[in-house]
């Protein structure tokens, strides 16, 4: 592990050389993309409804919008990285900026349902292209002791979109319509795309990996045991979280606090992430990621409980419940991440990578079956999200002789 790390090390501070000496504010136009990109990726859940009625499809379909982007991410986020390894980083930014900038454009003025979906896998497109990258890159711009922060930073730039941007498209939508809300995420993007051609250096690119080898790192049987983890998780996640406003309604959250839960969703994911990460370095990831599923599973059987008592429901307990769910959905990434370069650190950025793609493969996976269930139920989503999570639980206890 320590010569993967130096040759990491020598690497980086080759690349370093060349620039001046930057601290964190040459890595916040990154978390700006970032920021766009978790926008982009959630926001539909937002409005889900809207849209459905906008496009005249059930809202079942709709969902799929979100399935397509999704299975989209997690297929060709090796593909693109492999395809353009060797492409100067700044200009490989920009570029994945200004795709998702025209592929939410014309998402916003989709006249169909096809059209729609052919615009979000462009999306998917820009988006894949734009995340590993701001990641790598964030670790070269800045003096090598900043470097975790700097990471910090760039995946702060996706909590927040959880945390203001998708209320924030709540209530562009709310008050000026779904298409205002995508147009939005276009003009975000667009802007973060410009900040960085201004002020980001150049960064050249990266040997090429093939791609042969990058899928290689799954047959490492620490890695095999993970990964399966993250899908499980993701689906028990998303299983009614694409499906959120009927959902909240079922709960008896009106539409005018809508935003507002989305809020608590949000807030929630950045303690999730944060708590996590410090959970993992004081207790180690086994015990985190226990304590996460236990509350997932509580939480989507506690909604569950809710849909089905067709009772008033206190709103401060159902913002608690938000909260709760937004953590243990983000909880999960920094612990799994953790076991994937303690279980394999020769090949820790290739594992990482395909652990983003796990988790966009959950994100499909699970919106697709709430598509499938969702005529049965408000009660009957959020019961299956919960005994997803709760199987997921079981896994992980049973592979952990495999995995640290």
Same mark, same amino acid.
């Given at each position: ?25 040459? %890595? ?9 990109? !978790? ?17 005249? *499809? ?47 454009? %014309? ?18 497109? /820009? ?7 701001? !990641? ?17 930073? %760039?995946?702060?730039? #996706? ?17 000026? +319509? ?15 795309? *410009? ?24 047959? &490492? ?27 909240? &309604? ?19 994911? %950045? ?26 599973? !509580? ?26 769910? /937004? ?10 991440? &953790?076991? #994937? ?19 966009? #493969?959950?994100?499909?996976? +699970?919106?697709?079956?709430? +598509? ?33």
């Amino acid at each position: 592990m320590s010569n993967s790390v130096n040759s990491l090390d020598r690497l980086l501070s080759a690349e370093y050389s060349t620039l001046k000496s930057r601290g964190l504010g040459s %890595v916040l136009v990154l978390a700006l993309g970032t920021f766009a990109v !978790g926008t982009d990726a959630f926001i539909v859940a937002a409005f889900l409804p809207a849209m459905a009625d906008g496009l005249r *499809v059930s809202t079942a379909m709709a969902g799929q919008s979100l399935t397509v982007f999704a299975a989209t991410y997690a297929l060709l986020a090796p593909v693109i990285a492999t395809l353009t390894a060797q492409m100067p980083r700044r200009a490989l930014l920009v570029a994945a900026l200004t795709v998702l900038a025209a592929a939410n454009f %014309v998402s916003a003025l989709a006249p169909n349902f096809s059209v729609l979906i052919a615009s979000r896998i462009l999306a998917a497109i /820009g988006a894949a292209s734009f995340t590993p990258t701001a !990641g790598a890159a964030s670790a070269a711009l800045v003096r090598p002791e900043l470097r975790g922060r700097a990471l910090a930073v %760039v995946i702060g730039g #996706l909590t927040s979109a959880t945390a203001l941007g998708i209320p924030l498209g709540n209530l562009a939508s709310h008050w000026l +319509g779904w298409r205002a809300a995508l147009a939005f995420v276009a003009a975000v993007s667009l802007l973060a795309g *410009v900040c960085i051609l201004l002020s980001m250096p150049k960064l050249a690119g990266n040997p090429r990996v093939p791609l042969r080898r990058r899928l290689a790192a799954m047959r &490492h049987p620490g890695v095999r045991a993970v990964l399966p983890l993250t899908v499980l998780g993701m689906v028990a996640c998303y299983t009614p979280y694409a499906y959120s406003v009927p959902m909240l &309604h079922a709960v008896g959250v009106p539409a005018t606090t809508i935003a507002v839960m989305f809020f608590m969703y949000g807030l929630g994911a %950045v303690i999730g992430s944060l708590f996590s990460g410090y959970a993992t370095d004081r207790w180690g990831p086994a015990p985190a990621l226990t304590v996460t599923y236990i509350i997932m599973t !509580g939480t989507l059987v506690g909604f569950g409980w809710l849909a089905a008592s067709n009772s008033p429901q206190i709103q401060i307990f159902v913002g608690l419940l938000m909260l709760l769910w /937004g953590a243990s959905s983000w909880a999960q990434t920094p612990a799994q991440q &953790h076991r #994937l370069i303690a279980a394999a650190p020769q090949e820790a950025p290739l594992a990482i990578s395909l652990n983003s793609s796990a988790i966009y #493969l959950g994100i499909g996976l +699970g919106t697709s079956l709430g +598509g499938v269930a969702i005529p049965a139920g408000a009660s009957l989503l959020y019961d299956l999200g919960g005994g997803v999570a709760f199987l997921a639980l079981i896994f992980l206890r049973r592979t952990l002789s495999a995995t640290p």
